[in-house]
């Protein structure tokens, strides 16, 4: 079984500051890996997906996150933080025989001016 | 395209009404699936479906129920609300083809917000 763990359910960045968000893994086989993000009161939009072609995967909004094998992790950052990425952000992950998402519990970005 | 919509936005149920969720997608995806959204817990699967006519269980399906008798669409029943039930509530869906760069990715719905009194 898949499972996800986000470290920090809060994060408090400044404007123009790195945004690191992060994410643990736990499969017997290398997965599928998502980061989706949750604006106020709307649904889940896709930022970025790791399918095993390069390890370095860009997202939009100027996200990317980096997938590493020996560290089970698939850590999701941006280089400046706008105070328009202010959003609940998930990590989720599916086994490649599978649809079935399991989601982490949510990283919440709150941007200071 | 739509993508996917779920109706109603709103719900207010007293405890042991019955009620459903509708959620519909015009993306000709197989697979489909319900999700709720409690705070400090991610997003957890309720039930899903691989095409008409087949559902399964996911992780918290007691008290719900589901049916797919067209690929289009997914609704979810409450048989009898209970306070325990109070969520937000989202339905996805997937294409079940791994084409270059698929990865069974999911679009969601925009949610709705069940209150049970």
């Known amino acids: 079984a898949q499972s996800v763990t986000q470290l920090g359910s809060h994060v408090s960045v400044s404007e123009g500051a790195l945004v690191l968000l992060r994410c643990n893994y736990s499969?017997?086989?290398?997965?599928?890996l998502f980061w989706y993000v949750q604006y106020p009161n709307q649904g889940l939009q896709l930022l970025l997906k790791?399918?095993?072609?390069?390890?370095l995967v860009k997202g939009i909004n100027g996200f990317e996150a980096e997938f590493k094998k020996s560290e089970t992790s698939f850590h999701l950052t941006k280089p400046s933080a706008h105070m328009s990425d202010a959003a609940e952000y998930f990590c989720?992950?599916?086994?490649?025989?599978?649809?079935?998402?399991?989601f982490g519990a949510g990283t919440t970005v709150t941007v200071r001016a | 395209n739509a993508g996917v919509t779920q109706t109603p936005k709103f719900q207010v149920l007293k405890t042991g009404q019955s009620m459903t969720l509708q959620c519909a997608q015009d993306?000709?995806?197989?697979?489909m699936s319900w999700y709720r959204q409690d705070p400090g817990m991610g997003l957890r699967l309720i039930h899903y479906s691989v095409g008409a006519g087949i559902t399964d269980q996911g992780e918290v399906p007691n008290g719900y129920n589901v049916s797919r008798s067209t690929t289009e669409d997914f609704p979810l029943r409450l048989l009898s609300a209970a306070p325990s039930q109070t969520s937000v509530y989202f339905c996805?869906?997937?294409?079940?083809?791994?084409?270059?760069?698929?990865?069974?990715?999911?679009?969601f719905g925009p949610g709705t917000r069940l209150t049970v009194t």
């Open positions: 996805a869906s997937s294409s079940t083809l791994l084409a270059s760069g698929n990865s069974y990715e999911q679009y």
């Open positions: 790791y399918t095993s072609a390069a390890t």
């Open positions: 989720a992950v599916s086994a490649r025989s599978d649809y079935k998402l399991s």
């Open positions: 993306m000709n995806h197989e697979y």
């Open positions: 499969s017997s086989v290398p997965p599928y």
